[in-house]
């Protein structure tokens, strides 16, 4: 089992910065693919961005290619999701989640744990 805990969300105004962090535990998520969802209020669970096994590849949701950046130091078992130019239609509780493919997905389907959420609320 591998339980996931997202941390770093918070209040801020638009244009600015937060950086959340997945902390796992149980196994390594060294050969795991990563990822980053995110639910806003009223809102179906999206998509946000992937990054595979050893971080060569990531794939970001054309709604923050460009302002987010994901990364994963392996040998901490922690995954990195730096926001910045933040908007207001970031706001949403943003999950961690963790596949047990090597290569990253866009898919929720290929993801088998997930963490609790960080509330992240941009006000404008």
């Known amino acids: 089992q591998v339980q996931l805990v997202e941390s770093g969300g918070g209040l801020v105004q638009a244009g600015g910065s937060l950086k959340l962090s997945c902390a796992a535990s149980?196994?390594?998520?060294?050969?795991?693919?990563m990822g980053w969802f995110r639910q806003a209020p009223g809102k179906e669970r999206e998509f946000v961005v992937s990054i595979n096994w050893n971080g060569a590849n990531t794939y970001y949701s054309d709604s923050v290619k460009g302002r987010f950046t994901i990364s994963r130091e392996n040998d901490k078992n922690t995954v990195y999701l730096q926001m910045n130019t933040l908007k207001p239609e970031d706001t949403a509780v943003y999950y961690c989640?963790?596949?047990?493919?090597?290569?990253?997905?866009?898919?929720?389907?290929?993801?088998?744990?997930w963490g609790q959420g960080t509330q992240v609320t941009v006000s404008s």
């Open positions: 149980g196994r390594t998520l060294s050969t795991y693919a």
């Open positions: 989640a963790a596949s047990l493919w090597s290569s990253s997905s866009t898919r929720q389907a290929d993801y088998t744990y």
